[in-house]
């Protein structure tokens, strides 16, 4: 892969006739070791390129990635896309993409080429990682390191073209200390200096050893003090709420919602495609728009939808950056620190929860918001500020606005998390929570 | 797929052993297709994919490695299994012996006929079928501000070798449908979404009748938001039409059934497992309750002849006479667990590994009609659809929320309910079946486990069942 074959590409759809063209080349090498009951279990390796390739003809629009870069291919894969486009039926809300050319700024942080280099001491990251959950107390712990180079070349028939190199590298274990006891912590980074899975293994034994002889919970409102982990998996579905996309087709709570009260004025919630050393971070969107910091929600008020160039001329606004290869998309989501440390929300709490992890966050009407998520891990009793004791057996059952409403405390320090559920980096700290409703079966 | 991959396959399985696997396999995968969605009656996205790539799977001093790559030729190939070897050495300290159940050496060669080849339809024959259901939409003038609709269709080919001799060459057509849509009525709102898919060609998409279904669909919604009731709560009889049972025969018993989950291997992702080897042979439900899982019904989502490792599928009788019967194995959990696989081995493609999957897990049929089912409910709630669900890690815990459903009285259908909710256990669930209708009713999905996530088209069913005395909330 180089540029000049994604410039080739570009070039050769518009000899073809297309009016807009955009292709992403990318290089890959991705790697994991998956652990199993404190003992490695598989050792993955993937190689591979691909080009991504985006046409317009006449306001119709057309998608294709070439996975086999032969010449011979790469030339029956432009002229077929063509030839599909222009039997697609027009799509009168389609703008066009950016005009560059564009100046860019490096995001700071987001390659290291040590990671590529990992070999022998990924397994050390592994056993480090073990070893800390079971000093903890744990038994047994199982999860994966997952680390991986990329490189992107990224040209537009409107002048844009960019290269980037990223690199990220993630560790995800549940440790165990009996049938029903455990904790699960993940650490994500897209360098080797800010990256401790011997953290993460402490944590997960820790909650694990915590968590023993659960009893059963009981149905109520509670106020919930969410881990940064749990609380990624919701502000991961939060952020997706923002996309336009999302809006239009029905899978977003924010319908209806710009410029209106959608969270207590604690809450201010960004996404930032320029946020140093965070996973998902780029100079530029898909047709080329340097990235930015989007305040998505701002004192609890909704200020924005995420858009590329034709989404935004159809609302008449600016594009936000947000330009996957059809529909805007998150770059991450930042909930912006608060004052209190971690124990003071703590103190906050007379009668209430403190979770872990949470996982199956499904709805039951995604325009209403109304849907359940299931605790799982530690979940802890808090009486007075205090931890009483471990619980099982729980379900959340609320409202994602209702939620996002009550929540009264925010702690000071952010974390970054990627997980098994959370597909775009999430950076956020401890979050409180009132009355969330929690139900569980009879 | 031709010959090239097939070759280049063998010449891995060739080189891993030459290089001192153990054990070593091929997935060679060729897939062919296009996708279409339509949001708010405008063409949102059209393209197709050509994907084709390797995956190898090699046992070396006991650990297991598996790589995958696009870019086919032999030098980045043997680049990946030398790498693999090294890394399978060095870690050997913390590594599991990883050991295989034997298997028959099978060579075979199968394919599903497509009476019209979604290849040979043209593309816009395939919008406009997305475009009559946004026709027949607003003619009914129902308000749904919001639709979104989505067809594909894809041709997999496969080619899988291995050390043992074991040669197998599927191809399978699949065609698939999504739909959200959003139904309103005096400020209030009402969602269903709906997955349909099945292996064959484009005379499935034709027999689905899609703006018919989801017309109808559209208006059970309307239905239950102008004229639904609030659902009774506390202990009444639940009868659950098959889109219920089905998902709850995928959540409850094929996903704890799974051996690999049992022994610890799904921990860090999709969890573990209430169930344990010792409970083979417990009784979990009345003598008339019989749970398969089988990749081999004609035409479903999860069809496949061999898995992938190369092992002839078949029919598993998960629990048979109400009694657990059997797990779901690959050829690791098999060897564990002192037995043989039964061919329960997918991976969603060339880029990850097989790991243990449900294909089509259903109930079998019983012998009373609806009809007869529902005449004997006093006081109960007729579910016939859902929309939010989950269940904890361990497959416990779980929810159902009624979408479309109907108040019963003295044994008859009498008005729509809102939102029902069954939150109950696996153990209740299953102890509370009372009854089981005579016609099975498939449905759809994307089941997700592993890391990466890996998503396998399934099929999940069963009749209309009848739950005796249990709790809405």
């Known amino acids: ?46 190689y591979g390129n691909e080009v991504s390739l985006f046409v317009s003809k006449d306001k119709r629009i057309g998608v294709t990635t070439i996975k086999n870069l032969s010449k011979r291919n790469i030339e029956e894969s432009i002229s077929k896309l063509l030839r599909f486009t222009r039997k697609m039926q027009p799509n009168p809300e389609y703008y066009g993409i950016a005009s560059g050319p564009f100046r860019y700024k490096v995001v700071e942080g987001i390659y ?48 844009v073209t960019a290269t980037e190199r990223s690199s990220g590298i993630y560790f995800s274990i549940r440790a165990l200390a009996d049938k029903d006891a455990s904790g699960h912590k993940v650490c994500c980074s897209t360098s080797l200096s800010d990256f401790s899975p011997e953290k993460a293994g402490s944590e997960a034994g820790r909650i694990a050893k915590m968590a023993l002889n659960p009893v059963m919970g009981d149905a109520g409102r509670y ?23 999302s809006v239009e087709a029905g899978f977003s709570f924010f319908t209806g919602k710009l410029n209106k009260r959608v969270a207590s004025n604690l809450v201010t919630l960004v996404d930032d495609g320029r946020m140093p050393r965070c996973l998902s971070s780029s100079k530029c ?12 929600i701002e004192k609890g008020v909704l200020k924005t939808y995420l858009h590329n160039t034709s989404t935004a001329k159809k609302y008449g606004v600016k594009t936000t950056a947000n330009a996957g290869l059809l529909a805007p998309k998150p770059w991450n989501a930042i909930l912006e620190k608060g004052k209190h440390k971690e124990e003071e929300l703590f103190k906050e709490v007379k009668k209430g929860l403190y979770i872990t992890n949470l996982w199956y ?9 109304d849907f359940s998520t299931i605790p799982r891990d530690g979940i802890f009793l808090v009486e007075k500020g205090e931890i009483k004791k471990s619980l099982k057996g729980i379900r959340l059952s609320d409202n994602m606005l209702r939620m996002l409403q009550n929540l009264a405390g925010i702690s000071r320090k952010q974390e970054q998390i990627l997980g098994w559920e959370v597909e775009i980096p999430v950076i956020t700290p401890h979050v409180l929570v009132k009355a969330v409703q929690v139900t569980k079966p009879e | 797929m031709g010959v090239f991959m097939e070759e280049l396959a063998d010449f891995a399985v060739n080189y891993a052993v030459g290089r001192g696997a153990d054990y070593a396999e091929a997935r060679a995968e060729r897939s062919e297709g296009t996708s279409f969605s339509v949001k708010n009656g ?10 084709e790539g390797i995956g190898i799977r090699l046992i070396v001093g006991g650990a297991m490695r598996f790589v995958s790559t696009n870019e086919l030729n032999k030098k980045v190939i043997t680049e990946l299994i030398d790498r693999a070897v090294r890394s399978g050495r060095s870690s050997a300290r913390i590594a599991s012996k990883i050991n295989f159940s034997k298997a028959p050496r099978e060579k075979a060669e199968y394919e599903v006929k497509q009476r019209v080849r979604s290849s040979d339809v043209d593309s816009k024959g395939k919008i406009e079928e997305l475009f009559e259901i946004e026709g027949e939409l607003k003619e009914s003038k129902l308000s749904i501000p919001a639709r979104f609709f989505s067809l594909s269709d894809e041709v997999l080919c496969k080619y899988f070798v291995n050390s043992e001799g074991t040669r197998i060459k599927s191809t399978i057509p699949y065609v698939g449908f999504y739909s959200l849509i959003t139904v309103s009525e005096k400020g209030q709102t009402a969602q269903r979404s ?144 002192n037995t043989e696989s039964n061919g329960s081995a997918r991976a969603m493609d060339y880029a990850c590994e097989p790991i243990v999957r449900m294909s089509n897990t259903f109930l079998l049929p019983g012998e009373l009609s609806e009809e007869e089912i529902i005449e004997e409910v006093k006081l109960g709630v007729y579910m016939k659809s859902f929309m939010e669900w989950n269940i904890d890690d361990k497959r416990v815990n779980e929810r159902y929320v009624g979408c479309e459903a109907y108040l019963i009285e003295k044994g008859e259908i009498t008005h729509p309910v809102k939102k029902p909710v069954l939150e109950t256990t696996t153990f209740d669930f299953f102890s509370s079946i009372d009854a089981v209708g005579d016609e099975v009713g498939y449905y759809a999905g994307t089941c997700g486990k592993g890391e990466p996530m890996q998503g396998v088209p399934v099929w999940m069913g069963g009749p209309v069942v009848k739950l005796k005395g249990v709790r809405l909330g």
């Open chain 1, 112 to 159: 290291d080429g040590r990671i590529g280099k990992l070999e022998e001491r990924a397994v050390d990251f592994v056993e480090s990682g073990i070893n800390a959950a079971l000093q903890e107390g744990a038994t047994r712990a199982s999860g994966v390191l997952r680390y991986n180079i990329k490189s992107e070349f990224l040209v537009t028939s409107n002048n």
């Open chain 1, 223 to 245: 106020d919930v003090i969410f881990d940064p982990y749990p609380f990624a998996n919701l502000l991961n579905i939060v952020m997706d709420s923002a996309s336009i996309f």
């Open chain 2, 194 to 337: 709906i997955q349909l898919g099945e292996t064959g060609g484009w005379e499935i998409v034709k027999g689905w009748s899609l703006p018919s279904r989801v017309l109808e669909e559209a208006k059970a919604v309307y239905n239950n938001l102008k004229n639904g009731k609030p659902a009774p709560k506390g202990k009444v009889d639940v009868v659950a039409a098959p889109e219920v049972v089905g998902i709850a025969m995928h959540e409850s018993v094929g996903h704890p059934y799974e051996a690999d989950r049992i022994l610890g291997r799904e921990a860090a992702q999709a969890g573990e497992s209430f169930m344990t080897p010792e409970m083979i042979g417990k009784r979990i439900a009345k003598e008339f309750v019989d749970v398969v899982d089988d990749p081999t019904v004609p035409g479903s989502a999860g069809y496949f002849l061999f898995d992938d490792e190369g092992v002839r599928a078949r029919r598993k009788y998960l629990i048979k006479n109400g009694v657990i019967n059997e797990l779901l194995h690959n050829r690791e959990t098999a060897f564990s667990l």
């Open chain 1, 361 to 369: 966050t499904r709805f039951q009407n995604y325009e209403r918001g």
């Open chain 1, 285 to 296: 969107d898909a047709e080329g728009v340097p990235t930015r910091r989007n305040v998505v």
């Open chain 2, 42 to 51: 405008v063409l949102h996205a059209a393209g197709f994919e050509r994907e």
């Open chain 1, 1 to 46: 892969m180089d540029f000049d074959l994604v410039e080739k590409i570009v070039k050769r759809s518009k000899e073809l006739g297309a009016d807009d063209v955009v292709a992403i080349g990318e290089e890959f090498r991705k790697w994991q070791i998956k652990f199993v009951n404190n003992r490695i279990a598989t050792g993955m390796s993937s």
